[in-house]
T-cell receptor, first 118, second 112 residues
Framework: GNSVTQMEGPVTLSEEAFLTINCTYT??????LFWYVQYPGEGLQLLLK?????DKGSNKGFEATYRKETTSFHLEKGSVQVSDSAVYFC?????????????????FGQGTILTVHP | DTGVSQDPRHKITKRGQNVTFRCDPI?????LYWYRQTLGQGPEFLTY????????KSRLLSDRFSAERPKGSFSTLEIQRTEQGDSAMYLC??????????FGSGTQLSVL
């Protein structure tokens, strides 16, 4: 079956440091890949996505590139801010099912807690 | 657009009791999903609806769990004869035609 593995956290950085959160996946077919973020007290929000190999998703200074050859989708940001402190989840979609293509049936990694200090 | 709302935010119950959660999706979103998240883990897919039809159920959804979406609007998730292992955050999400997923803040269930 599908699975997603994220680097273990928590990750603690100083403001303006470079961030990398590793994510690797196992899937049949050609999944779409996502990063979701959960800020304290809020629901999960889509941060970025990539739907095919070599695509780069980007949003709010975060980037991730779909690497089929290494089955990876690492999240990066060049300069983190205190406001980036949150839990980050890597996920992939199951493209099958009776409803056809869907970005809603997701397999998530275990999440990585990021804390950024001033 | 008021977002996906879930009720209640917190539920404490005794083992063996039945509980029901409600999810109100974003209006006009035809797909609705339920996930379960335990501490330190990512959300796990439970089931999803397209309009009023329940199209897929995970093997995680034992026969003690039942979900409905009458009239294709709000949805309820009922757990019968709760067990301590059911303690988790239950998340609801909705989308329009399988596009971007919007999550609610969840219902935290504690089974004593």
């Amino acid at each position: 079956g599908n699975s997603v593995t994220q680097m273990e956290g928590p990750v603690t950085l100083s403001e303006e440091a470079f961030l990398t959160i590793n994510c690797t996946y196992t899937a049949t077919g050609y999944p779409s890949l996502f990063w979701y973020v959960q800020y304290p007290g809020e629901g999960l929000q889509l941060l970025l996505k990539a739907t095919k190999a070599d695509d780069k998703g980007s949003n709010k200074g975060f980037e991730a590139t779909y690497r089929k050859e290494t089955t990876s989708f690492h999240l990066e940001k060049g300069s983190v801010q205190v406001s980036d402190s949150a839990v980050y989840f890597c996920a992939l979609s199951d493209q099958g099912g009776a409803g056809g293509t869907s970005y809603g049936k997701l397999t998530f990694g275990q999440g990585t807690i990021l804390t950024v200090h001033p | 657009d008021t977002g996906v709302s879930q009720d209640p935010r917190h539920k404490i119950t005794k083992r063996g009791q039945n509980v029901t959660f409600r999810c109100d999706p974003i209006s006009e979103h035809n797909r609705l999903y339920w996930y379960r998240q335990t501490l330190g883990q990512g959300p796990e897919f439970l089931t999803y609806f397209q309009n009023e039809a329940q199209l897929e159920k995970s093997r995680l959804l034992s026969d003690r769990f039942s979900a409905e979406r009458p009239k294709g609007s709000f949805s309820t998730l009922e757990i019968q004869r709760t067990e301590q292992g059911d303690s988790a955050m239950y998340l609801c999400a909705s989308s329009f035609r399988g596009g971007k997923l919007f999550f609610g803040s969840g219902t935290q269930l504690s089974v004593l």
